[in-house]
């Protein structure tokens, strides 16, 4: 069964410090993947995504992750926090090309302090 | 990218009474709308998901009486939760794809609170 892991469910980092959270994810047929911020109250925006191009997807406000298929991982990653990117991330997985599937990881809480 | 709608975005009512919910696609024909349903601190459960035209397919659990999703146009999908109780208090949020998009983009989602 396709499934996708967030190993982390809370994330605490200063602010301008780099941000890392882990996802894996696993391996049936060639997923697409997906970052998706969600804000207190508030629905999910898509930071990023890969589907089978570059490894290495940037997004917005300055996140990126790397696809690694070895690792079977996409992990987010920034280089420096910023006060606004406390939130809820959540690492999805679809494996149908409509993406009509989405299989959420369970989310990680990121805390950024002053 | 693309832009979903979802209203209202709180709302609060009686034990018994019914809700709808709103879900439109602004700039975007949307082939099919989902709906999840949130828990607190959890992540997103599909609930169901319609595609224009067609009767919605429910998840396994979601009763399809208590929760009446119409998606009749390409814009716009509705969730009504018929005869509420406080156990269905619970942020809900729909999505919306098309067949070119290969995405889902999401609504801000609603807060229902059933007093």
């Known amino acids: 069964a396709q499934s996708v892991t967030q190993l982390d469910s809370h994330v605490s980092v200063s602010e301008g410090t780099p941000v890392l959270l882990r996802c894996n994810y696993s391996s049936s047929y060639s997923p697409s993947l997906f970052w998706y911020v969600q804000h207190p109250n508030k629905g999910l925006q898509l930071l990023l995504k890969?589907?089978?191009?570059?490894?290495l997807v940037k997004g917005i406000n300055g996140f990126e992750a790397e696809f690694k298929k070895s690792e079977t991982s996409f992990h987010l990653t920034k280089p420096s926090a910023h006060m606004s990117d406390a939130a809820e991330y959540f690492c999805v997985v679809t494996y149908n090309q409509a993406g009509t599937a989405l299989i959420f990881g369970k989310g990680t809480t990121l805390s950024v302090s002053s | 990218g693309a832009v979903v709608s979802q209203h209202p975005s709180r709302v609060i009512c009686k034990s018994g009474t019914s809700v709808k919910i709103e879900c439109r696609s602004l700039?975007?024909?949307?082939?099919?709308m989902f709906w999840y349903r949130q828990f607190p601190k959890q992540s997103l459960m599909l609930m169901a998901t319609s595609n224009e035209g067609s009767k919605a397919t429910y998840e396994q659990g979601v009763e399809k009486d208590k929760f009446l999703i119409n998606h009749a146009s390409l814009t716009l999908s509705t969730l009504t939760v018929t005869s509420a109780h406080p156990e269905d208090s619970s942020f809900y949020i729909c999505?919306?794809?098309?067949?070119?998009?290969?995405?889902?983009?999401f609504g801000a989602g609603t807060r229902l609170s059933v007093l």
């Open positions: 890969y589907t089978s191009a570059a490894t």
């Open positions: 700039d975007f024909q949307a082939t099919t």
């Open positions: 999505s919306a794809t098309s067949s070119a998009k290969n995405i889902q983009y």
